[in-house]
């Protein structure tokens, strides 16, 4: 995106010089509206798919019955609204609810309410059960905090329908008003006549957004992954360059390529240096005042390339997907003018004209089709009235022609596509068809099928509500009763601008306060790490109760200072009336050798419990009372019988030293794993 900076001739040099340096500025640190727009329903389906994995294990992680229950989930200094009850009924309707919050946030609706929602839910999910989550859960949870002060529903979105359609239907009580003061009008008509070097900013900075807002949200993206390398401080890092190999033999999370890279330790050493170095060098590329979109380019490919190869590598779930999410936020505005230009503008066009005298139930309709399912459709949609013109917020656009002599009147809506009109029903028919969702489905629904939703859409009884709707929506209307409305109403919008400008600056002074506060925040953690606990009084973070409290508390140190040089995981030993040397999780014998496949199966939430559990001592009395309900009461397995007692065992392998000069770079054997008896509960 490029911006420019327009002066007068007899600006001087100095001034020149400041404003271009502010637009640079300006330019690293904006975001496209249609970029937001995307991150925004990506973000929503990725927390709809986190939430539905969570519900694999309603009852065992977040009821009373379950092996974490509310007496054992209570911290101070966290809130939690899933803590109100621990029946299995209670935790079914706040999924619900919390699903309802963020399919609100998907289709744009009350986007900003149900984003806030969105936030305090999840946090409260997170504190239900603290020992669930892992990276990808603070990021995306920090990342959605700053998200409900970003403009992420510009675009596809049912607000920007129903703003549009407020627009629309203002403008046609000004123009079929019957006072109208004149000079009003001429200062409508002085208004186009706008310098042609100032139309082409406006185009630019249409879809671009900068405020501290959007500076917040990139400096914490930043924040991320800058702190992380910074806590690499180790000499698997730094030294030896051995950080990826010891990585990537860590048994519990090791899946995919991970073997075949393992074959190559020169590579291995490259890649730990390159994931040191773009960590440092990829959040900078997208603020860059030079060359920003070829720079935001390059760091988007380099997160999305790093997180694919983590995923390839490793069994990490979600965290594979949230940063790529995240990255489409940053999508600069040149991305979407090269899909326009060279993708959508190159489709035939498809000209969908509706009678403005129509019901509200068709327009709305027809908005909230073409946003939401003809996406990657080079359309436009014209309003018009039953005498062939046009009206609305396209009133200098003129219809399509049936031919060269004539045009063709729209008694409610009719579709003009490549010389061929589609109207009343057919209309509807035609919009299935060249639907990416409905295509499929278009060829199995009749005709009479068609006709009967049109009708239904025609004729659905809802104008009261829409106009309700809209009544509440309306600002202030025109007073032009008197020679001075003008000059009221223009010191009214005069009085109303201050007040906003004065809001904004205030707005974003706030936001360059809390990035600041955050950038501190990270820099206390970082060096209370870097002093082993020394000092904790100097480098304590002020204000950490309330950070805390609003759950934006945050430590990065992803695999540092240095990979673990151990795999770590649990087994259990269980005696049944009936048979006895049972695994729980497998029900077969204990394999003490091998890694059990159940970690690469159970999914993300389990997995993290069962880790922690082989940590904390604290979860295995709730772990093991659970174990005993489950079998004795849930889930009876008569070829097993009784669950009587079962032990529980910690297994640690060491990892090999990994392949240098000395040993010729030969791969060295795997070490035998150690068990400790971790816990014996007897039921």
Known sequence: MKYSNISNSNNNNNS????????KVKEGFYLDYRSLSLYRVLFSIYLLVDLILRCQNLTEFYTDYGSYPRSSAIQEERYSLHQMSGSFEFAVVIFFVHGCIYFSMLIGYKTRLSTALAFI????????NHFLIDGSDDYSRILLFYTIFLPINKYFSIDSI????????????????????????????NNNNISTSTTIINKIKYYTYVSGSSIAFILQFMNIYIFTALFKSADTWHVDYTAVYYALNLLQFRHGLAEFFLQFPRFLIFLTRGTLVFEYIGPLLLISPLYNTRCRIISILGFIAMHIGFGICLNLYLFVFIPMVVCMAFLPSDFWTFIRYHYIEKKDLITIHYNSNSSQSLQLFLKIYSTFFLIGQNYKIKSNNNLGGTSGHNQKEELEPMDNHSMFYVDSVSIYFKGQIHDEEKSIKFLFQHSIVFQLFSKLISDRLYKLLFSLIINFNNNNLIDSKYEKLKLPSYKLNNNNSYYNSNCNSTSKSTKFKYRQNFRNLFFILLATYMFYYNVCIYTLMMDSGRNTNIWEPPFQP???????????????????????????????SLKKGIDLFTLEKPDYKEVPDYLFHIGQRKRNFFLAVGYLDTLRLEFGRYQCRRFNIYERNYELGKLEKFKIYGVYQSTPLPPNESNGYETLPPTQPVLTVLWEHVC
């Open 121 to 128: 839910f999840l946090s409260s999910l997170q504190n239900r």
């Open 162 to 189: 129903l703003k549009e359609q407020q627009k629309q239907q203002q403008q046609q009580q000004k123009l079929h008003s019957d006072n109208i003061d004149n000079n009003n009008i001429n200062n409508n008509n």
């Open 16 to 23: 020149i010089i400041s404003g271009s340096l502010l637009e």
């Open 546 to 576: 309330l950070i805390k409290l609003i759950k934006i508390d945050q430590y990065w140190a992803m695999f540092a200072p240095s990979p673990p040089d151990y795999s770590a995981w649990i087994i259990t030993d269980a005696e049944f």
